[in-house]
């Protein structure tokens, strides 16, 4: 179970039904790249992977990137994990 660190700022999104009616009022094109800042227990995540989208997760906690590849094995190898406010936002993303 990860739980939400204090020092992190962190606050988890819970609700799927608020999930996906945020990922419901994206306007998306098909193999677009989406960066999801913070995925935490990735709530958000289940439903932008329905998505015809390139996910970039960028999360910065060890025990929820650890969560997210063990949940999304196919996710493995894009979740970055990093401070998304030190992140280089003029790299060039590949998929």
């Known amino acids: 179970m990860v739980r939400p660190k204090k020092y992190l700022g962190q606050h988890f ?3 799927p039904s608020i999930a996906s009616r945020i ?10 790249t989406v960066v999801e800042i913070g995925p935490g227990t990735g709530v ?3 439903f932008l992977l329905e ?3 390139m996910l970039l997760p960028v999360e ?3 025990e929820s ?3 997210l590849k063990q949940r999304w094995p196919r996710l493995a190898k894009q979740i970055l994990e990093m401070d998304f406010l030190k992140m ?3 790299m060039q993303v590949k998929g």
Not at 23 to 32: C, F, M, Q
């Open 65 to 67: 990137v650890s969560y």
């Open 88 to 90: 280089d936002m003029g």
């Open 44 to 46: 958000l995540t289940e």
């Open 60 to 62: 910065i906690d060890k």
């Open 13 to 15: 999104l819970t609700d």
């Open 23 to 32: 990922v419901d009022s994206l306007s998306t094109r098909p193999g677009e």
């Open 51 to 53: 998505r015809d989208i």
